[in-house]
């Protein structure tokens, strides 16, 4: 079958991760990597054997399919661009800055009948994808995603940096439309929210809370889900999984490990795969648009009760 000729827009630190997995993936053929910084395009195309070039437009038409891990502000003019060109787009999360602009991509992509794919990798965590195979009836979702600090990522606070992963594994394991929700979270290191919690609650009586912190000591990806009759406990960055439940009268404990998976090149594949049949994929633009609009929700209470406080000192 044709390989999809492919372009990657933005090599810095996910964008060069991006490229490495395309060149190594069956069916795609890397063509380019793009960046402003011939300091960053150039070697990383010496090495995989691509062409470096300088800006969007030079791949516009040239190529089938698209890459954009740019800052967040520049995803929509450029993904709006290729999909004009009639490009199939995979777009680091979040989406967009706004749903308006998620909107329009999504428009973009259903009028050109074209893919357009949302980068929330931990869809393709293959411990994530276990977990949500054994999971019928979540009541209770409980996660906790923490970092150190690092500058690149802050042109968005610590909800659309982190929180935003977990948040799109709530939506869909959950499966129901949001009823309530609560926040509250500091600012720390940065002028913008470093810390966050959220508690959403949704139709179908689920109930998530989410914390996230871009300012740990340490790593941690928990995820804790809740059922009847059963309880997972995963670690998402080291690919374990326990098993709670009452047998005989007894607790009854199983453990997994899922260490050969590899997500951004799960990922990947899954795109090249939807770009060859117009398959549908895990994380469309409308599920993309989803977890942006909950997250901005997010933000939005953060910010309130700052300012509330800030007014009342």
């Given at each position: 079958?044709?390989?999809?000729r492919t372009a990657i827009i933005g090599v810095g630190h996910m964008g060069r ?295 009342a000192k």
């Open positions: 079958m044709k390989q999809i991760y991006h490229a490495e997995k395309f060149a190594a993936c069956e069916g795609a053929e890397l063509v380019a990597v793009v960046d402003s910084d011939p300091g960053r395009a150039g070697p990383l195309a010496q090495q995989l054997g691509c062409a470096a070039l300088a800006h969007y437009r030079q791949v516009l038409g040239q190529v089938d399919a698209a890459v954009i891990a740019t800052p967040t502000a520049q995803h929509c003019e450029i993904a709006l661009a290729c999909l004009g060109a009639g490009m199939h787009v995979l777009i680091e999360k979040p989406i967009t800055r706004t749903v308006a602009e998620a909107d329009a991509l999504i428009a973009a992509a259903k009028q050109r009948g074209l893919v357009l794919q949302v980068g929330h990798v931990e869809r393709h965590n293959i411990a994530f994808r276990a977990l949500a195979a054994r999971m019928d009836r979540p009541l209770f979702i409980d996660a906790e995603r923490l970092s150190g600090f690092k500058q690149r990522g802050t042109d968005v606070d610590v909800v659309l940096d982190l929180m935003i992963h977990d948040i799109d594994l709530a939506l869909g394991l959950a499966r129901s439309e949001v009823v309530a929700l609560s926040a509250s979270g500091f600012r720390v290191l940065t002028q913008d929210i470093d810390i966050a919690n959220a508690r959403i609650e949704f139709a179908n009586g689920c109930v998530a809370n989410l914390s996230a912190s871009r300012v740990s000591q340490s790593p941690v990806r928990k995820l804790r889900v809740f059922q009847p009759g059963l309880y997972v406990s995963a670690d998402l960055q080291g690919g374990r999984l326990r098993y709670v439940r009452q047998a005989n009268g007894a607790l009854e404990e199983t453990d997994e490990v899922h260490e050969t998976g590899d997500a951004l090149a799960a990922q990947a594949r899954e795109f090249v795969a939807a770009v060859r049949s117009l398959a549908p994929v895990k994380v469309s633009g409308a599920d993309g648009r989803q977890a942006l609009a909950l997250a901005l929700q997010v933000g939005e209470l953060v910010n309130r009760r700052l300012q509330q406080h800030a007014e």
